[in-house]
């Protein structure tokens, strides 16, 4: 696809594609976002689109990521409200490294690799196996161990 193709496509469809993603329930800047990224993935992917079937397959990749968005929040809201705010029974100072070694924790998560947090957060949070987490994700075992394994290193870096 040449550039000034891309460019015809992207003027052509790019109202649409947001519209339809603020129809399925997106918020005004999340639809903008993901149509964004959806035109981004077109690009990238070099994919070769023909006019009549555009708007469909545009439509179907801009629900398949809002979609995907929608379950990564859910995983996170899950994970948020999973989280115990007070321990019982700990001194006052117990308390305190407990909330700084929370804080720490929650800070790690926000900012560690998107692909190694979703695995992390499958197996701790939603207690799957490697092999769940391989078919829900569409990835080997292997590539699960590896997402595991530097996950857990980076938070041991991170918190240690």
């Known amino acids: ?28 800047e999340q639809a903008t976002d993901i149509a964004q990224d959806v035109f981004l993935k077109v690009w990238e992917k070099q994919l070769d689109i023909d006019k009549k079937s555009a708007l469909r397959l545009l439509y179907k990749i801009a629900g398949d990521m809002f979609i995907s968005q929608y379950r990564r929040e859910k995983l996170e809201m899950n ?4 989280m115990v705010d ?4 700990l001194s006052p100072e117990d308390n305190l490294r407990y909330r ?13 690799n998107e692909k190694q947090r979703i695995v992390f957060l499958m197996a701790r949070m939603e207690g799957l196996k490697y092999h ?11 590539a699960v161990e590896k997402r595991m394994s530097i996950a857990l290193a980076y938070l041991k870096k991170a918190l240690g």
Do not use: H
Request: charged share 35%; proline share 2%.
């Open 132 to 142: 769940e987490i391989a078919e829900r994700l569409d990835l080997s075992i292997k």
């Open 86 to 89: 007070e321990p019982f029974d």
């Open 1 to 28: 696809m040449t550039r000034e193709e891309f460019k015809i496509l992207f003027d052509s469809y790019f109202d649409s594609v947001r519209s339809y993603l603020f129809y399925r329930g997106a918020e005004r």
């Open 79 to 82: 994970y948020r409200s999973g």
């Open 100 to 112: 700084e070694l929370m804080d720490s924790y929650t800070r790690a998560l926000a900012v560690m």
